[in-house]
């Protein structure tokens, strides 16, 4: 068991090395507002990714290996592009709502927007998959 005076060492540690101590929040980590950004963009980059194979698949009068190519650097592309997105592009952005939506003392309204971004997604996804008759 760790008693106060360790506690207190090290959170002090933390805060020398420049971490600070994750806030209490009722939500678990995976439904927190980076967390939930991050998913969406990759679920709209995985249909992105699907479409463009599509069409290089369909549309091109090429040999199998360059298609096989064309489909690589697609993926390669989009992924990259979205890990360079999330990392320099929206990381300003994303920080500032972030700090907006954690000063709201309720966690729902966030939780409502996402569930309806990831409900719009549902639909973007049964659509592009054909998977609603």
């Known amino acids: 068991m760790i008693d106060l005076a360790s506690a207190a060492a090290i959170g002090s540690s933390a805060a020398i090395m420049g971490r600070q101590s994750s806030r209490s929040s009722p939500l678990p980590s995976w439904l927190r507002q980076r967390q ?40 390669a592309g989009l992924l990259g592009g979205l890990l360079l997105l999330l990392t320099t592009v929206m990381r300003g952005s994303l920080m500032s709502a972030t700090r907006a939506v954690q000063s709201v003392p309720i966690p729902a309204p966030l939780l409502v927007v996402h569930g309806a971004v990831m409900l719009g997604i549902f639909a973007v996804y049964t659509l592009v998959w054909d998977f609603w008759k």
């Open 36 to 75: 939930l950004l991050t998913t969406e963009a990759v679920l709209l980059v995985a249909v992105g990714m699907e479409l463009a194979q599509r069409w290089i698949t369909t549309h091109h009068a090429v040999p199998w290996w360059v298609k096989t190519l064309e489909v690589m650097v697609v993926n």
